[in-house]
């Protein structure tokens, strides 16, 4: 047993705790760096001593960071929804977890009395709420059908949805397609303008999408790589969650000789380009089910203590683990802060919601922050700030993702794999960069800015995780 | 009103509008690109412009009392607008949480030793980290569940490294001293380690008699008892034999678990390294015995071991038996030692449970305290540090008038007091005023050391006390200031 070298030469040391040592071995020469120990933040003692000595947790986080780092993401269709969701009719997908609608926050209510006006299931807002209320329209997560949705995330069958695929493990996942910034229904608004604009979609843009994708497969050309996409992006001062811009004009890119060539008047192909053009959060529908195709690939990993899902619906925020499958871990959703449009103010602004947490789940977002610093700005921070905020989430996280460069850390790959366990010890929460919905359905976007999940959903997953370690 | 040839990202014209909205005499103001979007927020704030616009112009809209609020916003967004971010663009330096982090961020590749001092019930987490780093970890903190310590032994053996401890505060790993350690010579002889003082003791006397230390690698109390079963013992023991620096191995513990004392025996005899056991124990009560032994293993003269021999004192027949030590392991051989003839001495870590003192600390009678008992240790620092507790026990023991004999150890080296006879001798000058209570100090340490073994002896010899290197001595010698002899 040669203990890794130790006895061969003076050892360097880190240390944690009380620096009663630290001093003496530098009066020797030695190589000492004390970090900056911390009770953990949360957690029983106990739940953390089982956590860190169940002998399943190494190789299961490390198969899932394996798991999440090799998923690829291929665009394969654009369909409407009735096709590619297995969701009975009279069903709307929403963010986050599970809800009923009596604890609906105002923009997921927005966005599901849209939705029904939408498809035509109610001829008023009165109407579509008395349904909602009456249960005659069911509500259920996106998260439970491979799918994504941005703030209230909100998916009805007639939407047309992004198709990705991993072409590493097989995987799918959808997402609709993304509306544009202001009074759009994933903020909860649902005036006349909103409910045109989605039949726009869903009358020319969704089927010219469908035949730009379609076209050049059924050529034999390689489907679009969205995974590459992303990377781009982050040397391109976009993060993938709160700013898309090189990312949507990179798609934009990638799509437009295809939609050029689809047969459909030439001011539908301009309506298209225009639309994709004017819209810089275009691309984060599709980085989305990038992140969640990777995190499905690390569900159900026995042991593991990584999270493969954060989400919100505007009133709880729910994560779930690899290590306990499908259960929800819940907490009361935070308000982001930040800044504001117009005359609106931190009043107007609704608890955190949306699916696009699953962009930090994965790495990018605000575990990237110092990919675009601009974001930091949103809170009043600085530079150094945003290279802070990364540097905090590598301590949090279980592995560094290679294919998400990030130019300023000195290409280091974005911080993937949030470690419940980490976090607990850390005291550090993920950083999630985010819209502001307003409160009051109907509004629209009021702000954007940054935000943290309840501290209660880690507390839960942590009892849960160590419960499970301790009967494996 | 509209500029042209003005662009900066919403972000900043945000921060630019909530700057100037909060200026008094607005109402309202829109610092935006005029985009369509922006346009219809305007809109609805009454502040549409009422010219043709274009999305590439800077729409700059105030809501104000009056002209001069007006144009005091106009030159505050001037002035915002011009603003450039001071900043370096480096981070501001984020430090390492745990050891995981800090092995991961600082010290990646090569040999590395994490020592982890956290209160003992979070001591496993970071344990943890530095196992699943493939490194050896001293754990320093006491306090850690059995359970706790069982896991991770055994995981550090699957991932072929050491665990020293918990509870461990002497470790000496090629020269570099952790904890409470002596500086001592490099030479042929390694230490595994149950007792941390016992270790200070062998490696001073070893380095008294010209002979060094390769390493000592503590394994902390609990190591060889029954529960734990001598996992990091047997490491260790192994790590020493494919060592080339040690030839020959010093075992040394409070006394075993019987059982555990057999396997380790039968594993050290398949060792090529020698190793000789310095296990106390009823039979086997004397470290400096057994340092003697090893030096006779290697054709070594015994020298005399260093004293002072204090003032000429006769002896005090039917007087107490007052040891007051800090080390745990010379508690031990002190009772060790002096029962067969004293007979029962009472301790708050005694020989047999019976004898146990429970919290009493000035009970009369023989009695011997280990202030370095985790009891007596709670919110404190250990008494190789503070010296308070002791101090107090001699001052109550003054103030009793029960005849008695003082036997008290000093451990020097890293760690300890950097002047531990400071506050002794004051001590020791106030008892001795106007009573014949002798004293007798074990004083475990070496002249490398940075208290300096002679300089010490000699302080407290003017105050009083007779002294010597070696804790067997000095027990003997108190027993004969009781009119006993072993």
Not at chain 1, 358 to 371: H, K, P
Not at chain 2, 247 to 256: A, I, M, T, Y
Not at chain 2, 417 to 424: F, R
Request: hydrophobic share 45%; with cysteine.
């Amino acid at each position: 047993m040669s203990l890794g070298g130790l006895l061969s030469g003076p050892p360097a040391i880190v240390a944690a705790g009380v620096d009663v040592f630290s001093d003496a071995l530098r009066a020797q020469g030695a190589e000492v760096h004390d970090v900056d120990w911390r009770p953990p933040g949360f957690g029983d003692p106990a739940d953390l001593a089982a956590l860190a000595l169940d002998p399943r947790r190494a190789s299961a986080n490390r198969t899932a960071a394996e798991r999440v780092l090799a998923a690829g993401s291929q665009l394969v269709d654009v369909r409407p929804a009735r096709e590619v969701l297995d969701v009975p009719d009279r069903t709307l997908l929403h963010a986050g977890p599970p809800i009923e609608w009596t604890r609906t926050s105002g923009p997921l209510r927005g966005a599901l009395i849209g939705a029904c006006l939408y498809e035509g299931w109610a001829d008023s807002e009165e109407s579509a709420e008395r349904m909602l209320a009456a249960g005659e329209v069911a509500l259920d997560p996106c998260h439970h059908h491979r799918t994504v949705g941005p703030m209230a995330g909100v998916v009805s069958p007639s939407m047309w949805m992004w198709c990705l695929q991993d072409p590493v493990h097989g995987g799918r996942a959808f997402c609709s397609l993304n509306e544009g910034l202001g009074k759009v229904l994933r903020y909860g608004a649902y005036g006349p303008e909103v409910i045109d604009r989605l039949h726009w979609m869903s009358n020319v843009l969704g089927p010219m999408l469908a035949a730009a994708v379609r076209a050049p497969l059924e050529a034999g050309a390689d489907p679009i790589d969205v995974k590459s996409i992303l990377a781009q992006m982050l040397q391109m001062g976009d993060e993938g969650h709160n700013r898309n811009r090189a990312g949507s004009a990179l798609t934009l890119r990638e799509l437009a000789p295809a939609l050029a060539e689809v047969d459909a008047p030439a001011s539908d192909i301009s309506a298209v380009l225009r639309f994709i053009g004017g819209n810089e959060h275009f691309f984060l529908n599709l980085g989305m089910p990038t992140a969640k195709l990777a995190l499905d690939a690390a569900r159900d990993i026995p042991g593991s203590t990584m999270l493969t899902v954060m989400a919100r619906n505007g009133t709880d925020f729910g994560i779930q683990t690899a290590g306990t499958g499908d259960r929800w871990f819940t907490g009361p959703a935070n308000t982001p802060v930040g800044l504001f449009l117009g005359d609106y103010g931190p009043d107007d602004a609704n608890p955190d919601i949306g699916d696009s947490a699953i962009t930090e789940t994965y790495g990018v977002g605000g575990f990237s922050m110092a990919a675009a610093p601009a974001i930091v700005r949103f809170v009043g921070g600085s530079v150094p700030d945003a290279l802070a905020t990364t540097e905090r989430m590598y301590q949090v996280t279980l592995a560094e993702n290679p294919a998400m460069a990030i130019p300023i850390m000195g290409f280091r790959g974005a911080p993937t794999g949030i470690d419940v366990l980490k976090v607990a010890r850390t005291g550090w929460l993920p950083q999630i960069n985010t819209g502001m919905a307003g409160r009051v359905a109907g509004t629209g976007q009021v702000g954007a800015g940054l935000v943290q999940p309840p501290q209660e959903c880690f507390e839960q997953a942590l009892t849960a995780l160590a419960e499970a370690a301790r009967t494996a | 009103m509209l500029r042209s040839g003005v662009y900066a990202d919403s972000v900043k014209l945000m921060q630019v509008s909530r700057a100037v909205g909060a200026l008094p005499g607005v109402s309202g103001v829109i610092v935006a690109m005029a985009t369509p979007l922006n346009l219809e927020l305007a809109d609805t704030m009454g502040l549409a412009p009422d010219e043709p616009t274009s999305p590439e112009q800077l729409l700059i809209a105030v809501r104000a009392e009056d002209d001069g609020s007006l144009a005091a916003a106009v030159a505050a967004v001037d002035a915002a607008m011009a603003e450039r971010e001071r900043s370096t663009g480096t981070a501001a330096a984020v430090p390492q949480r745990t050891i995981g982090a800090g092995l991961d961020e600082l010290l990646p590749d090569g040999p590395a030793l994490a020592i982890v001092s956290v209160p003992g019930q979070y001591a496993v987490a970071e344990a943890a980290d530095a196992i699943a780093a493939g490194r050896s970890v001293l754990v320093f903190s006491d306090g850690v569940p059995v359970e706790h310590e069982v896991a991770l032994k055994r995981a550090a053996h699957d991932a072929g490294v050491l665990v020293m401890g918990p509870d461990c505060g002497t470790a000496i790993v090629s020269g570099v001293a952790l904890g409470f350690a002596n500086v001592v010579r490099p030479g042929p002889v390694g230490l595994v380690a149950a007792s941390g003082t016992g270790a200070q003791q062998v490696s001073c006397l070893l380095d008294m008699a010209g002979v060094g230390v390769s390493h000592v690698l503590g394994v902390g109390g609990r190591d060889l008892s029954e529960a734990v079963g001598g996992l990091a013992t047997l490491d260790a023991l192994a790590a020493l034999d494919a060592d080339p620096a040690t030839e020959r191995v010093l075992l040394v513990s409070k006394p075993p678990a019987p059982s555990v004392a057999a396997a380790v025996e039968a594993a050290a005899a398949k060792l090529s390294v020698p190793v000789r056991s310095a296990a106390l124990s009823p039979e086997t009560p004397d470290l400096t015995a057994a340092v003697e032994a090893l030096l006779g293993d290697m054709g070594l003269d015994v020298p005399t071991w260093p004293s002072r021999p204090g003032p000429v004192e006769s002896a005090v027949p039917g007087a107490a038996l007052k040891g007051f030590f800090s080390g745990g392991t010379l508690a031990d051989e002190a009772m060790l030692i002096a029962a067969p003839v004293l007979g029962d001495i009472r301790s708050n870590t005694p020989l047999k449970p019976e004898l146990d003192l429970g919290t009493d600390l000035s009970a009369r009678g023989h009695v011997v305290v280990d202030f370095g008992d985790d009891a007596l240790t709670v919110g404190r620092a250990h008494p190789m540090i503070d010296p308070t507790l002791r101090l107090e026990a001699i001052s109550n023991l003054r103030a009793s008038g029960e005849p008695a004999v003082l036997l008290l150890d000093v451990v020097l080296g890293y760690g300890s007091d950097p002047d531990p006879s400071y506050s002794l001798v004051a001590a020791l000058t106030a008892v001795r005023a106007g009573t014949t209570l002798p004293v007798v100090v074990a004083l475990i340490g070496t002249d490398g050391d940075p208290q300096g073994w002679a300089r010490q002896a000699d302080a407290l010899a003017e105050a009083g006390a007779a002294v010597f290197a070696s804790n067997a001595a000095a027990t003997r010698y108190a027993l004969h200031l009781l009119g006993v002899s072993s």
